[in-house]
């Protein structure tokens, strides 16, 4: 890309903003990077558009230029989505960020991109109802849409992917569209709603999401308990699964991660022995019944200190410490970094995929701790290494590879809510076979120029 066709995009950029377009050095490092251990890459530019128009007009710019267009939410994304690796233009929906419709009779509402996780259910808070994807980072909408995100809440009430109903979206030539509609169903033509969702900002940059809410429950309890080993928790969770017991959460957590808790958090001092964490939503009777019941399936499977809590203060705590697994587990090397990657097998290949992942890693001589959305399948895998060792970095990667190659053998997938990016874009062709091609017949199709943040999820030849 040539620095003339960019100059002549910002040139007409800052016209059509002013000031919401930045050339600042601290406004381009911040945009350079997510939570990633890929190499930054500062963009030429960061335009904080207000409105879809503007978001239109920007697009139509640089197309006409031929400008690289790289959509930004908050940046916590862990796959190098929103490093800008050809340089160009990155656009920061934060400023779009108005809750626009709370439709309580139809459990639905109607957001802008910039929206994030949080400030929607603080919105919601009186009305009863409640947004349920949940992961972990206060991610924005638009960006959790893109990149198809999940969480902990994913066994009981779905991905993004089951939780959008519509989307407004502008093309990478300045049009834009609208997606579904806020029916709970329809049978007309293509799914272009789930076209986009996913996508990366490959195909064009979300500006409105129409979404699922659900009624707040009447009564919550959050569980612990503790296993000998991985199997055993596993077995447990598939058991409850199977006999129907509805959980709203439940991750599972390995003994190292539960060291770098117990180190991260002083208050905390739980046995450093393989975890679940879960949660019960319904009413008062109903969640005691269900506490009863996965309580006797843990006493099968040999579990122990089978604690659970009500009070929303204890439960905060529990859930906190859960989101924050992360840097605890950093907590286990100090000053490392961590090299994560995500894969989702089938539930019943869960247990031996683990237990093949966690002997690859111990082979590797790392410190990978290890965290799972046990009910759905899926797992994380936390490398440390260190920040100064360009030979530890190489050697996580081996291993990151390694993993995700098990996970295919297994009958899974390379990603199960992290996504592609650039880093497991490789990946694809294995997975996919002849469908990885025609993805790239419709980014072609849709994106002819290649200006929606090339180099991420497909190639064009």
């Not at 190098?80 to 139809?106: E, F």
């Not at 208050?267 to 450093?272: A, F, L, Q, T």
């Not at 590797?364 to 920040?387: E, Q, T, Y």
Request: proline share 5%.
């Amino acid at each position: 890309m040539s620095n003339i066709t960019i100059d002549a995009a910002v040139s007409d950029l800052r016209a059509l903003l002013g000031d919401r377009l930045s050339t600042g050095p601290s406004v381009l490092d911040q945009h350079s990077h997510d939570e990633a251990y890929t190499k930054p890459v500062l963009p030429d530019a960061v335009a904080f558009p207000e409105t879809t128009e503007e978001v239109s007009q920007i697009l139509r710019i640089c197309s006409k230029h031929g400008c690289p267009v790289v959509p930004y939410g908050v940046g916590s994304s862990l796959e190098g989505h929103i490093v800008p690796v050809q340089g160009g233009v990155t656009v920061d929906t934060s400023r779009m960020n108005t809750v626009l419709q709370i439709n309580q009779s139809d459990l639905d509402a109607v957001v802008e991109p910039g929206v994030t996780r949080v400030q929607l259910n603080e919105t919601l808070r009186a009305t009863g109802l409640m947004f349920t994807v949940d992961p972990g980072a206060d991610a924005s909408l638009g960006g959790m849409a893109a990149t198809r995100a999940s969480g902990t809440n994913t066994v009981r009430y779905g991905t993004m992917a089951d939780n959008v109903l519509a989307l407004e979206v502008v093309l990478p030539d300045g049009q834009i569209i609208e997606t579904g509609s806020r029916a709970r169903k329809s049978s007309t033509g293509y799914d272009l709603t789930h076209l986009f969702i996913g996508s990366e900002g490959t195909l064009g940059i979300i500006t409105k999401l129409t979404v699922k809410l659900y009624g707040q429950p009447e009564h919550i309890a959050a569980a612990t308990c503790a296993f000998a080993d991985i199997k055993s928790a596993v077995d447990t969770v598939i058991m409850a699964i199977q006999m129907g017991i509805p959980m709203a959460r439940v991750e599972l957590l390995d003994a190292l991660t539960m060291k770098g808790m117990n180190l991260y958090n002083p208050d905390m001092s739980m046995p450093e022995e393989p975890h679940l964490f879960l949660e019960f939503h319904g009413s008062e009777a109903g969640v005691a019944e269900q506490v009863e019941t996965f309580g006797a399936v843990v006493e099968e499977h040999g579990g122990s200190g089978f604690e659970w809590a009500t009070k929303t203060e204890d439960r905060n705590r529990l859930w906190q410490a859960r989101h924050n697994a992360y840097y605890a587990s950093k907590a286990l090397r100090a000053g490392c970094n961590g090299v994560v990657t995500d894969c989702c097998v089938p539930i019943s290949a869960l247990a031996d995929c683990l237990m093949r992942a966690t002997e690859l890693a111990a082979a590797s001589g790392f410190l990978a701790p290890m965290v799972g959305h046990v009910g759905d399948g899926n797992f994380h895998l936390l490398i440390l290494v260190d920040p100064d060792s360009a030979d530890e970095l190489a050697r996580a990667k081996i291993l990151v590879e390694a993993v995700n190659m098990l996970a295919l053998e297994f009958g899974g997938t390379v990603s199960g809510e992290h996504g592609i990016g650039s880093g497991k874009r490789k990946y694809l062709p294995q997975e996919h076979g002849a469908a990885y091609a025609l993805m790239g017949v419709l980014k072609k199709a849709i994106d002819p120029g290649n200006i929606m943040n090339p180099g991420k999820l497909v190639t064009l030849n």
